[in-house]
C-alpha cells in the first residue's frame, strides 16, 4: 500500500514538530543556565524544522551528498537567523550574547539531528505503509525519550543549582540557576558543610542506612523460603496463597499507620529505629515473595530433584542450587527493598519524634521551614537522593533482568 508523497508529508510534519520541540527545552535550560526570561519564538523554530526536512526528504537516500545535509542546515539557519532579527530566542542578541550564540548552535544542531535520525534513509515520495509506521516509531520514541529526560533532569538540576547558591543570590533572582566558580569551593559547599555540622544529616544518613539494609536483610531471610514454598512445594491453599499474596497493596499505608501508631506506642516501639524495622519488612516481604516466586518458577525443577537424590536436604538444594542461580533475582529484590526503604517517609514521620534517630527522608522534612534557608533543604534533598541514585544506576541490568524474569515466568 502506498501513498503518492505521503513520505515528503510525514517528513516535513515531523520536522516541524522537532523544531518547536527543541526550542521550548532550549530555552527552557536557558533561563535556567543564564538567569535571563526569554520568549522563544516557537513558530520560527517549526518552519525551520520543516524547512530542513524539505530539504533531506525532497532527494533519494543515495543523493543525500554532504552539498544537501549542508543545505538542510543553512535552512534552519537562514530561517532562525533571518527570521528573528537579532532576537534569536526572544533576546536582543546583545543581552547574554555568549549564551543565546551557544543555544541557538545547539538547538540548530538538534534539529538537523532529529530529522536525519527520523527521515534517515527513507524516501520523501511514495512510502509502503511499513516506512511510514517506521518513521512515526522514531519520531515518537525521539519525543518520549526527550519529554521524559527533560521531566526528570529538569528537577534535578534546579535541586543541585539552588543547593549551591547564597541565600542572597537566591533573593536577587530566583530564577537563576547559574554556578559562580568564582566564589571558591567552600562558598560553593557552604550549604553541605552546614548540613553535616549543623543539622546532623551524617547522623540521619546513617539511621537510614541502617533501616535500609536491615529491611534488606529480614525481607529475603522470610521471603526467600516463602517463594520457594509458594512455588515448588504442593500444599492446601497453595494456589490462592500464591494469587493473594499482594493482597497487602489493597489496604493504603495511610489507613495502618494510625492502629500501628497505637499499638508501637503501647508496646514502646514507637520512637525507635526498631519499630521502622519491623513495618518495613511488613510491606515489601509481599512483592519480594511475588518477584522471586515467578523467578523460581522458571529454574529447571530436574537440577533440585537430581540435588535431593544426591543426599541433600530441602535447605541445602536452596542453599548450593537454587540461591546461585538466582543471583539476578535477589540481586533486583534487594535494590528494589533497598530503595523502599530509604525513600518511605510515611511511617518515619509518624513514628519518629527524636532527632538523634531521624532517618532522612525524615530529616529532610525537619528543613522545611522558615528558619532553614531553602538551599538547605534543596542540598539535603540532594544528599538523600544521591546515594540511592548510584546504587540504582549500578545495579540497574540485575533490576531489569531479574524484574522481567519474574514477569514472564511466573
Known amino acids: 500500500m502506498t501513498r503518492p508523497g505521503i ?106 539531528i532529529s530529522n536525519r535520525l527520523v527521515i534517515g534513509d527513507l524516501s520523501g515520495g511514495s512510502l509502503p505503509r511499513y ?86 536483610i529480614i525481607t529475603l531471610a522470610f521471603s526467600i523460603p516463602g517463594a520457594y514454598a509458594v512455588s515448588r512445594l504442593r500444599f492446601p491453599g497453595q494456589a490462592f496463597l500464591s494469587r493473594s499474596i499482594l493482597l497487602i497493596y489493597m489496604v493504603p499505608a495511610i489507613v495502618l499507620v494510625i492502629p500501628l501508631y497505637a499499638v508501637f506506642s503501647q508496646i514502646g516501639l514507637r520512637n525507635t529505629l526498631t519499630g521502622l524495622m519491623v513495618v518495613y519488612p511488613a510491606t515489601t516481604i509481599p512483592v519480594a515473595l511475588y518477584m522471586l516466586q515467578g523467578y523460581f518458577r522458571g529454574l529447571p525443577a530436574e537440577l533440585e530433584e537430581a540435588g535431593l537424590m544426591d543426599g541433600l536436604t530441602r535447605v541445602g538444594v536452596i542453599l548450593k542450587i537454587t540461591l546461585p542461580l538466582s543471583l539476578p533475582a535477589l540481586a533486583s529484590v534487594a535494590l528494589y527493598v533497598f530503595m523502599i526503604a530509604w525513600n518511605e517517609f510515611l511511617f518515619a514521620f509518624m513514628f519518629l519524634d527524636n532527632i538523634d534517630i531521624f532517618t532522612l527522608s525524615r530529616g529532610v522534612v525537619s528543613l522545611n521551614s522558615s528558619e532553614v534557608p531553602r538551599q538547605h533543604l534543596m542540598a539535603g534533598a540532594v544528599v538523600a537522593t544521591v546515594p540511592v541514585l548510584f546504587i540504582f544506576l549500578w545495579f540497574e541490568r540485575f533490576l531489569v533482568s531479574g524484574l522481567t524474569a519474574g514477569s514472564v515466568k511466573g
Open 7 to 112: 513520505g515528503f508529508i510525514a517528513a516535513v510534519v515531523s520536522g516541524g514538530i522537532w523544531g518547536a520541540c527543541w526550542m521550548i527545552v532550549i530555552s527552557v535550560i536557558f533561563m535556567l543556565v543564564s538567569g535571563a526570561i526569554t520568549r522563544p519564538p516557537v513558530g520560527i523554530a517549526l518552519l525551520a524544522g520543516v524547512a530542513s526536512a524539505a530539504v533531506l526528504a525532497a532527494t533519494m537516500p543515495s543523493q543525500r551528498t554532504p552539498g544537501i545535509q549542508i543545505a538542510s542546515i543553512a535552512a534552519i539557519i537562514v530561517l532562525l537567523g533571518g527570521l528573528t532579527l537579532g532576537a534569536p530566542l526572544g533576546l536582543p542578541l546583545s543581552q547574554v550574547p555568549l549564551y543565546q550564540l551557544v543555544a541557538i548552535a545547539i538547538l540548530i544542531v538538534l534539529i538537523w
Open 131 to 216: 516506512q511510514l509506521e517506521l518513521m512515526f516509531i522514531r519520531m515518537m520514541k525521539g519525543l518520549g525519550f526527550v519529554v521524559f529526560t527533560v521531566i526528570v533532569a529538569l528537577p534535578f538540576y534546579v535541586m543541585v543549582m539552588t543547593s549551591l547558591k547564597s541565600q542572597q543570590s537566591l533573593l536577587a533572582n530566583p530564577l537563576d540557576f547559574s554556578i559562580d566558580l568564582s566564589q571558591g569551593a567552600e562558598s560553593l559547599f557552604r550549604s553541605y558543610i552546614e548540613l553535616f555540622t549543623q543539622f546532623r544529616f551524617g547522623t540521619f544518613l546513617i539511621n537510614s542506612a541502617i533501616v535500609s539494609v536491615a529491611t534488606v
